[in-house]
Structures are given as C-alpha cells and as structure tokens.
C-alpha cells in the first residue's frame, strides 16, 4: 500500500473506529459525548451468518448500553 504522507493519525482517527468491541465502544462513547449521534458502521465480509452474530453483538454498543 502506498504511504499517505498527508493523512495524520489524527485524521485516521477522527474518521475511523476499529479494534476489539472494548475499543470500539469506548470510541462510539467519545463521540457521543461530543454530540456525534451518527455514525456509519461496515460489518461484514459477505459471510451472512458472520454479519448477523457481528451485529448482536454490536448492537448494544451502538445504542450506547454497557458491552
């Protein structure tokens, strides 16, 4: 992959959350409480089974429950 000398880890992170579901949550829960009350969310490769377990499981997090 070529190297994005412009884009900053600052910038990764404003536009993007990944990692474990604690990290996750953890994130979503920042920016809740900087008012963010979107966000867009890519589950899933293809595997239905996969995609639906990934959801229950997020689900929760998402709505801002405890994980």
Do not use: Q
């Not at 008012?35 to 990934?54: C, S, Y």
């Amino acid at each position: 992959m070529a190297e994005a000398p412009y884009v900053t880890d600052d910038m990764v992170r404003a536009f993007a959350i990944g990692g474990t579901l604690e990290t996750v949550a953890e994130r979503l829960g920042e920016l809740r409480r900087l008012g963010v009350d979107l966000a867009i969310l890519k589950l899933g490769e293809g595997d239905t089974a996969a995609t639906k377990n990934l959801i229950g499981t997020i689900a929760p997090i998402v709505k801002g429950e405890p994980a």
